[in-house]
């Protein structure tokens, strides 16, 4: 079955970056669009971007334009997203989560990205 | 970018039936998607490509557009159906992503 583990929780400081990984499990990785989606404390969920781990091509939201990476590593199955200059109000749980049929059908457990001084 | 709009949240008495709606005008031409999110757990797709229902979503969960404003209805409420849902929209150009605020349900 399909199944998206992400790594787990971080702290950092304001101005650091992180990086959250998402191995994908169940399906052929370079088949399907990642997309990156979070969620602030009691807030909504925000999309941030995808990426094709097929020919590497990417989107994000105008809001992460600058800030946000999107890569992978095919060989182990594994995307990551990569936030620079964390601020914040940056702090929120962060989740990958693949497409089906125009949908995001497949989410991952969520990695909670803590930005404190 | 654009906007989609959401009730901030909806009570229902169990049994009954309970109406969501997503408004935004860019869904005449773009497929909506919803999804329940529970506390503390990640959201489940309920309905993709306006009105299917992935495998395993009960047939309570129906899904419709008309216009410019996509619904989610539940019918026969029940307790276990208490959640925040959110509907999303592709846009077809860019393949960019757009949630609604979301919606709280109470089954009261």
């Known amino acids: 079955q399909v199944r998206l583990v992400q790594s787990g929780p971080e702290v950092k400081k304001p101005g650091a970056s992180v990086k959250v990984s998402c191995k994908a499990s169940?399906?052929?990785?370079?088949?399907?669009?990642i997309n990156w989606v979070r969620q602030a404390p009691g807030q909504g969920l925000e999309w941030m971007g995808w990426m094709n781990p097929n020919d590497d091509n990417v989107a994000s939201a105008q809001k992460f334009q600058g800030r946000v990476t999107f890569t992978k590593n095919t060989a182990v199955s594994t995307a990551y997203m990569e936030l620079s200059s964390l601020r914040s109000d940056d702090t929120a749980v962060y989740y990958c989560?693949?497409?089906?049929?125009?949908?995001?059908?497949?989410w991952g457990q969520g990695t909670l990205v803590t930005v404190s001084s | 970018s654009y906007e989609v709009t959401q009730p901030p949240s909806v009570s229902v008495s169990p049994g009954q039936t309970a109406t969501i709606t997503c408004s935004g005008h860019q869904l005449r031409d773009k497929y909506a998607c919803w999804y329940q999110q529970k506390p503390g757990q990640s959201p489940v797709l309920v309905i993709y490509?306006?009105?299917k229902r992935p495998s395993g979503i009960p047939e309570r969960f129906s899904g419709s557009t008309s216009g410019i404003t996509a619904t989610l209805t539940i019918s026969g409420t029940q307790a276990m159906d208490e959640a925040d849902y959110y509907c999303?929209?592709?846009?077809?150009?860019?393949?960019?992503?757009?949630f609604g605020g979301g919606t709280k349900l109470t089954v009261l």
């Open positions: 999303q929209a592709w846009d077809s150009i860019t393949s960019h992503v757009t």
């Open positions: 989560a693949r497409v089906l049929n125009w949908g995001l059908a497949y």
């Open positions: 490509q306006d009105s």
């Open positions: 169940g399906y052929t990785f370079a088949n399907y669009d």
